[in-house]
T-cell receptor, first 113, second 114 residues
């Protein structure tokens, strides 16, 4: 019963490096989301995908890109990492009804030096 | 527009005593409201949800919350705290017209003393 799986769990990057965070869900959900979590700020939405083939910006999209590869997978890419992107990143998925709860992965802890 | 305010960033209780985590929201529409719990180094787990049915909502692990429209509040309570309740709790609001976006409160860290 995997739910939402994120890889990697931890990563340390140098400023200017790029990387892709992976997310996959096995619940046949239409919608997927990427959040970042910073102390005292709750979760802030970076990008979301309401369905396969569509993506939209959230509250804090600058410095990130996303790809909805298929219904299961939604990746987040940092093209040129900056120290301000040090955070914990969460992927979530949601079924068909938009007022239903989202299901979260365990997060990727990313440090940028 | 929608917003969520969790009134306490930290709450400390003794084991066996009641828990109260406070949440106020604002929304231009009839909202759905959620409480999530996050244990260290874990993702968010749904505790309970309100989606316009009964105003008193029961969740997992003995938690419950009451939706009070007149007070725009959705406070989380538990009659008797357990050590395993120590975690961070997030109040979350969803409104139609806000896309598919949830708005998260800043979180309340619950500490339980033996």
């Amino acid at each position: 019963n995997a739910g939402v799986t994120q890889t990697p769990k931890f990563q340390v990057l140098k400023t200017g490096q790029s990387m892709t965070l992976q997310c996959a869900q096995d619940m046949n959900h239409n919608s997927m989301y990427w959040y970042r979590q910073d102390p005292g700020m709750g979760l802030r939405l970076i990008y979301y995908s309401a369905s396969e083939g569509t993506t939209d910006k959230g509250e804090v999209p600058n410095g990130y890109n996303v790809s909805r590869l298929n219904k299961r997978e939604f990746s987040l890419r940092l093209e040129s990492a900056a120290p301000s992107q040090t955070s914990v990143y969460f992927c979530a998925s949601q079924g068909a009804m938009s007022n239903q709860p989202q299901h979260f992965g365990d997060g990727t802890r990313l440090s940028i030096l | 527009a929608q917003s969520v305010t969790q009134l306490d960033s930290h709450v400390s209780v003794s084991e066996g005593t009641p828990v109260l985590l406070r949440c106020n929201y604002s929304s231009s529409y009839s909202p759905s409201l959620f409480w999530y719990v996050q244990h260290p180094n874990k993702g968010l787990q749904l505790l309970l949800k309100y989606t316009s049915a009964a105003t008193l909502v029961k969740g997992i692990n003995g938690f419950e919350a009451e939706f009070k429209k007149s007070e725009t509040s959705f406070h989380l309570t538990k009659p008797s705290a357990h050590m395993s309740d120590a975690a961070e709790y997030f109040c979350v609001v969803y409104s139609p017209g806000a896309g598919n976006m949830l708005t998260f409160g800043g979180g309340t860290r619950l500490m339980v003393k033996p």
